[in-house]
RNA sequence: GCCGGUGUGGCGGAAUUGGUAGACGCGCGGGAUUCAAAAUCCCGUUUUCUCACGAAAGUGUCGGUUCGAUUCCGACCACCGGUACCA
């Protein structure tokens, strides 16, 4: 009699099956022997209180590596947790009067719950919150080994503030120059914040990127241009006439091309260089650029079109190789303090910006690179600078070199007339980690008006946050809670007061993977990190990766860890996104799937019976209303549905657009999976056969197999899918018709069983079970493939004439080139191919292909 | 602008050392089963021409290398992602 799967009755039967058994739980590295360890780590989630589709596509992927290594005997570390302070919590606590903690334990809840129905293979032993006071004084205890190793320190810098909300707001949270929340205006405030040295670590981070090959080459190339080391020199234009205080030796300039030096023909300041500065005192059209360019900004649209902007400060400077030519200085809105020295000289031959800038303003264009096969008498320079290669000309003692040797010349002279040195510069900055925020780790310092800045003893650790913090009032509760920033200071005794920053939630989720590892015991962290596969979104490609990377620096510094690469992620694998369609009203409004309907061509609105326009295949958003909720499905569906269809069909790394009918085709599956099972219905396992449809069915399995294992290896889950379709195809024409076949039939069960348990563990458990197996398939060895049935005695060679397909024979493979030219020369479906022609060639590529070349 | 990626049927995609293009899934068409439906199963489905047998063209475009190119080389086009007055 023929039975239907029921995903509800077993999925949760299973689920408990697993957890009875501790099936997942990591065995120790005293107990786990030779066994290879493998650490499968996907990207923590932030508790929102509900899963989304992409969870599930990003665990289902991380749960088949977790599954498949235990399988193939690696001793897996897979554990779970929640990166869990952060704005939101905050926010709730403002709009519904919910204390931040409780809103996120709850959450955490919840969607442990929803977790859990997924059949994960999570070691949940292991889970924390970034928010447990164990884990976040841990973190102070980390940050206070930084500040005594100098990793951390403090200074004044400039901020984003939120004159309303009155806080520093992330780069991230300021839209169009407004704040995200308060919609105010934002300021550039120079407050003293908390800095990590990870400048420190930029050659070593940009170096070791090369080494990082189970990394995507383009997560690499992010990080190596976001570092952005650039090589060149810096040195100084001496001033002449009365010197700027404080600029006797001149003006400090940074170049990554001072093979140029002698086309230069300005040299402009940064708006707010200090010179800039001190000079609009007392001239007023230097005061009105400066506030000008301030208005335009440096926002991205604005850079776009700005147009250049530069005043002439009236000073003049000497060239470094020519103390008789005098060169105007000017003030430039393309000129950023913040990067290298603020000041630029200008050599617009060279440079598109600074020729576009030396049109407007009537500067000398000097050509000193001559392309290669350019005339030096007729060569000019127009509206396109010339940045490549070619041969210094125009130069003085650069003259004839190329630009390549001209660079390092130009340095040694500088250097020779000690004006300045090689430099090398980077785009990156050490990282402000100061937040006026509530929901976030505690700096553990203190301020004492004796002592200056006193770090919090380790066993007055973890500093707590206050549980009674009202949120009525705009900026930090911290600041604002009546008693808690006042403690005695720990050197002195006398009064003192709490630092009421707290650290930047990046900081959480840059060393969780090492508290997965071993929470107190370094050697436990030695043994599994680093990570061997790590699963998450290319959104985090250069933050949290950064971070994460120069904290494993850090930590191997302070002695928290002991890796010798000091890259705590070996392997990275970023997935695609999951989309879904979208649809709006014919007001132009997003509606929801549901609330559409498709009549023949045209698509209208349910409710209204007005048309309705399908949008464009979109990320899943609550905006767009084109989320699909995992419960629903898995209440409809079941998890191994939601599973299965987020890893077939698109390639894991790129974006896969759920459909209800695909959803429909996953959970068609697996009922056709459970129908090759239902029709086997003797459980003693059966002899196998040795006819030839025995051997057919064992080739398919151990065929199939072969290939499963290929694609899981290398992260090709909807290869794996395909194999694994085709295969139930073969086994489910067989299964139970033939009683000669029963034992092969029982044997690629068997495997498909196992094959099947990183996609589907509750299907797999309930197929195997119904077999009479031993056990549970999720603890079960992935199954062994035999080579004699990997290879075929014959094969079918496809007959080309001029690369043409006409045919084919099959052949026995231990045919030699000849032999198989003479069946191929005699073949009946290509001779009206060959007829009359002459044979020129015939290549015969062993086991692939024959191509008979005719004239 | 610069850097990177991707272009293959109606759709998602296979073809991973240069060797049968379109596996597998979705959709669509036809059929079987059924009183009927659901479910299931079978057949077909790149395009054009042909009653058919077949033939020709075809992997973004144009060219090249090769007996043979989705795959290698050159030039270009489109889309997606990242990034930027970075000196």
């Known amino acids: 009699m023929v039975t239907r799967y029921d995903p509800q009755a077993s999925e949760a039967k299973w689920r408990s099956a697993w957890d009875q058994a501790d099936l997942f739980k990591t065995i120790s590295p005293e107990d786990a022997g030779d066994m290879p360890k493998a650490y499968v780590l996907e990207m923590f989630p932030y508790p929102s209180g509900k899963l989304h589709m992409g969870h599930v596509r990003n665990y289902a992927m991380g749960d088949v590596v977790a599954r498949y290594k235990r399988a193939t005997g690696h ?86 503030w939120d004159p309303v909300d009155n806080t520093v707001l992330a780069n991230e949270q300021v839209i169009d120059g407004r704040g995200w929340r308060s919609g105010a205006l934002v300021e550039q405030r120079e407050l003293t914040q908390w800095f990590f040295q990870i400048t420190k670590y930029a050659d070593d981070l940009i170096d070791s990127l090369e080494t990082l090959d189970r990394w995507p080459e383009k997560v690499r190339i992010m990080q190596g241009n976001w570092i952005g080391r650039s090589q060149g020199a810096t040195f100084r234009w001496p001033l002449t006439g009365n010197p700027v205080a404080g600029y006797e030796d001149g003006i400090e300039t940074f170049t990554t091309r001072p093979d140029t030096l002698f086309g230069a023909s300005f040299v402009a300041l940064a708006p707010d260089h200090p010179i800039t500065r001190e000079l609009a005192k007392t001239n007023p059209d230097i005061k009105t650029f400066i506030e000008e360019a301030a208005r335009i900004g440096t926002t991205e649209e604005a850079i776009e079109t700005a147009p250049k902007l530069g005043v002439d400060l009236g000073l003049r400077v000497k060239h470094p190789f020519d103390p008789s030519w005098e060169i105007p ?129 380790e066993a007055d650790l973890p500093v707590r946050l206050p549980d009674d913090v009202s949120f009525d009032k705009p900026g930090n509760p911290l600041e604002h809670h009546a008693t808690w920033k006042d403690a005695p200071c720990p050197k002195c005794a006398k009064p003192a007061r709490r630092e009421t920053d707290t650290l930047d939630t990046f900081v959480d989720s840059s060393w969780y993977y090492s508290r997965f590892a071993g929470a107190d015991n370094k050697a436990e962290r030695s043994y599994w990190l680093p990570v061997d596969q790590y699963v998450g979104g290319v959104e985090h490609a250069v933050l949290h990766l950064l971070y994460s990377r120069f904290f494993a620096r850090a930590m191997n510094e302070v002695g928290e860890l002991d890796l010798p690469t000091g890259e705590p992620i070996a392997g990275l694998f970023t997935q695609g996104m999951v989309t879904h369609e979208t649809f709006k009203s014919s007001q132009d409004k997003w509606l929801e799937p549901s609330e559409v309907e498709q009549q023949g061509e045209n698509w209208i609105e349910i409710a209204t019976g007005n048309p309705a326009t399908v949008g464009p295949i979109e990320k899943m958003s609550k905006s767009k209303k084109n989320t699909v909720d995992p419960d629903a499905i898995i209440s409809s569906f079941g998890a191994d549905v939601a599973r299965w269809f987020v890893l077939s069909d698109s390639p894991p790394e790129r974006d896969v657009e759920w459909t209800q009918s695909g959803a429909e085709g996953a959970a068609r599956f697996v009922q056709r999976v459970w129908s090759v099972f239902d029709a086997l219905t003797d459980s003693d396992s059966p002899a196998i056969g040795t006819d030839e ?50 034992g092969a039939e029982f044997e690629g069960a068997s495997m498909l069983a196992r094959c099947i348990t990183p996609f589907m563990p509750h299907l797999a458990e309930e197929c195997w079970a119904h077999l009479g197996q031993d056990g549970l398939v999720s603890a079960a060895p992935w199954p062994k493939t035999d080579n004699t049935l990997l290879v075929d005695d014959s094969v079918t060679l496809p007959i080309q004439v001029n690369g043409k397909r006409r045919g084919e024979i099959k052949v026995a493979k231990t045919l030699s080139k000849d032999e198989v030219e003479a069946i191929a020369l005699a073949n009946e479906e290509v001779a009206s191919f060959l007829a009359g022609k002459d044979i020129k060639k015939v290549i015969v590529v062993p086991g692939r292909i024959v191509n008979i070349v005719v004239a």
């Open 329 to 457: 200085v000017w003030s430039a809105n393309f000129v950023l303090s913040t990067y290298g020295t603020g000041a630029v000289f200008g050599s617009p031959a060279g440079d598109q910006r600074d020729l576009d800038f030396a049109r407007k303003y009537d500067l000398p264009v000097k050509p000193v690179v001559l392309p290669p096969e350019e005339d030096a008498a007729s060569y000019k320079i127009d509206k396109e600078a010339y940045t490549g290669p070619g041969t210094i000309y125009g130069s003085d003692f650069l003259d004839g070199m190329s630009t390549e040797d001209a660079l390092p010349a130009a340095i040694a002279k500088l250097e020779e007339l000690s004006l300045g040195e090689k430099t090398t510069t980077y785009r990156l900055r050490d990282w402000g980690v100061s937040r006026q925020r509530y929901w976030g780790c505690p700096i553990p310092v203190i301020h004492c008006e004796s002592c200056g800045i006193v770090p919090v003893p």
């Open 693 to 742: 449809a025995s051997v057919a069915i064992r080739r398919a399995s151990h065929k199939a197999v072969e290939a499963i294992t290929k694609a899981i290896d290398e992260f090709r889950f909807n290869s794996a899918v395909a194999t694994i379709h085709e295969w139930v195809s073969t086994l489910k024409k067989a299964s139970g018709k033939d009683a000669a076949t029963l």
């Open 75 to 160: 001793n897996v570390l897979h554990p779970m947790g929640w990166d869990a302070f952060g704005m939101p919590a905050e926010n709730a606590a403002m709009e519904r009067n919910v204390h931040p903690s409780e809103w996120t334990y709850q959450n955490i809840d919840a969607m442990r719950a929803q977790f859990q129905k997924l059949g994960l293979s999570l070691d949940w032993s292991r889970e924390f919150a970034t928010c447990d006071p164990e884990y976040y004084g841990a973190q102070q205890a980390l940050f206070l080994k930084f500040l005594e190793s100098g990793l951390v320190y403090r200074k004044a810098s400039k901020v984003n």
